[in-house]
């Protein structure tokens, strides 16, 4: 009883207190509403600073649409940064006057819908407009947009493929880095923020469980928002606008005549010639954020985990096996022979040798291992991704186990890339490309998936001994980067 009338109480207490502001208060109530209303026109109201406007509080200022560029023309098929994009109602806006000085549309982006053979998925209106400046208010709106600062990455694709080590950091974010990289020698800043608008949450992450935490590693404060975020911007009816966009699409990549050739997206982004060390800025973020040491040029003087050593280390060769994997094994007396031709080049004082397998050990050893291999040898496989966080140098190579004629580029590109020398070995005979040449078009033989890949150990071995005494001269891969990426033939 008495604890129900103390409640009682309480809301008199608010409507005495009301009755007494209302009475009292030096502004009528009815005139701080007026003031609220026509706050425009008001003097001594200071506007509230727009969001398009960070820099410059000033809403009063006419409304104008900065055109839409690609700065330093960072664009390939697939992988187009832009400056100042729009997006309204889930459609992304292109402001300009020269629409000519674009690419076409479906070299940008595509309807994001499963790529299937025969199924051109084309861009429509609904996915991307070029609007001249004179018709973005109508189309846009009156209000100034909503502002995206720094730099946000949008992958405009399904989940078909992304959920994979390879597909995400060999080609999404490689390819990405690679155009990104035509702005600059170095500094340029990390992105802000990846964008999934067509894939569900988690849905972007890999088997293997690597995509995420190395994102974390490399950058992180960076956010990754999936569909139900770009629903939000749809909902709000008003105009968004990117300071600086990066739109990946795989099946704009794959419309360019490179790409159907090597059966790679990011084939096309080989036609640009970055710096020959874009990527090192990934690397070494990696290794600092993750290993806690780095840059690389400091590794040379520490062992595994990190402390100094008194001598120069040896290098080290690591085989990805793929022995316990339910595909592509090799031939398990060529496996052994193999171990033990490796196990021999230890014995001699040539290198250390790590067989890992990579699958059920924590991130963080299989980036140290990564990171401090000079050689890696492994079956054609996602493995051989882990490449893409060993330095490059005069001795890197990656050694990839096909059975006999059979070739696939995924290996081979990240390793052009990256400035290491990439051999395929088919059982006894080793095929390798100089500057400006490589593998004529795929090839899938019989068996390529299969449990019998034969690799005659010895041959193997021979490519590591030539590796690890090379000086530089001759086969120095990094070179590569600054030639076109084309077809000589086998
Ligand atoms: C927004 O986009 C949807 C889907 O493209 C379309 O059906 C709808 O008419 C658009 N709404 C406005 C206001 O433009
Ligand atoms: C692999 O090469 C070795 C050495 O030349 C040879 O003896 C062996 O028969 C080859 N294996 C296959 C399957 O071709
Ligand atoms: C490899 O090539 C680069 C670029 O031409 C050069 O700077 C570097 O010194 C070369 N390395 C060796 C060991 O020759």
């Known amino acids: 009883m008495f604890r129900s009338r103390r409640y009682q109480a309480i809301p008199l207490v608010f409507f005495a207190g009301f009755v007494f502001l209302v009475t009292f208060y030096p502004y009528p109530l009815a005139r701080t509403t007026f003031l ?15 969001a398009s406007e960070h820099n410059n509080a000033n809403a009063n200022a006419a409304l104008s649409y900065k055109s839409t560029t690609i700065p330093d023309g960072a664009h390939a098929n ?75 990455v949008i992958v405009y694709d399904t989940d078909q493929f992304v959920g994979h080590y390879y597909h995400w950091w060999g080609e999404l974010v490689l390819g990405f880095w690679r155009v990104y990289s035509m702005l600059g020698e ?30 974390r590693a490399i950058h992180p404060s960076l956010s990754v928002e999936t569909l139900d975020q770009w629903k939000d911007f749809i909902k709000l009816d008003r105009t968004v606008v990117f300071n600086r966009v990066a739109i990946i699409n795989r099946q704009a990549g794959h419309r360019h005549p490179l790409a159907r050739k090597y059966s790679k997206m ?49 290098p080290i060769v690591t085989y990805v096996s793929r022995q316990t994997a339910k595909q592509r094994r090799l031939m398990p007396k060529d496996h052994q022979d193999l171990v033990r031709g490796l196990l021999q080049l230890e014995k001699e004082g040539l290198c250390q040798v790590l067989i890992p397998e990579m699958e059920r050990m924590p991130i963080k050893e299989q980036v140290e291992i990564a990171s401090r291999s000079t050689i890696m040898v492994g079956v054609h496989g996602n493995g051989l991704t882990h490449q893409l966080w060993m330095p490059s140098s005069p001795q890197s ?15 081979e590109i990240l390793s052009r890339n990256m400035g290491h020398q990439h051999y395929a070995i088919w059982n006894d005979t080793v095929v390798t490309y100089p500057i400006g040449t490589t593998h004529k078009g795929t090839n899938k033989p019989p068996g390529f998936q299969g449990n019998n890949i034969p690799v005659h150990g010895p041959t193997v071995i021979d490519v590591i001994r030539q590796r690890l005494s090379a000086k530089g001269a001759g086969d120095n891969n990094s070179r590569m980067m600054k030639h076109k990426w084309v077809q000589a033939g086998a």
């Open 78 to 152: 697939g992988f187009t940064i832009f400056d100042n994009l729009y997006l309204r109602n889930g459609t992304l806006f292109v402001v300009t006057a020269n629409v000519e000085a674009f690419p076409a549309k479906e070299a940008i982006l595509s309807a994001p819908l499963d790529m299937a053979a025969g199924r051109e998925n084309l861009p429509t209106n609904e996915h991307m407009q070029f609007i001249d400046p004179r018709e973005a208010k109508g189309l846009l709106g009156s209000q100034p947009p909503l502002y995206i600062d720094d730099l946000t």
């Open 36 to 50: 609220l209303a026509s706050s425009l026109q008001s003097e001594c109201y200071s506007p509230i600073p727009i």
């Open 266 to 314: 990011i084939a096309p982004t080989m036609e640009l010639e970055p710096s020959s060390n874009f990527w090192a800025p990934l690397q070494k973020a990696l290794a600092r954020n993750l290993l806690g040491y780095g840059p690389f040029s400091e590794m040379s003087s520490k062992n595994l985990k990190g402390k100094n050593l008194k001598s120069k280390p040896k």
């Open 397 to 411: 190579a990656v050694i990839e186990i096909f059975i006999p004629q059979g070739y696939l580029f995924d290996y």
């Open 186 to 215: 170095s500094d340029l800043a990390f992105p802000t923020r990846f964008m999934l608008p067509f894939i569900d949450q988690g849905r972007w992450r890999d088997d293997a469980g690597v995509n995420g935490p190395l994102l």
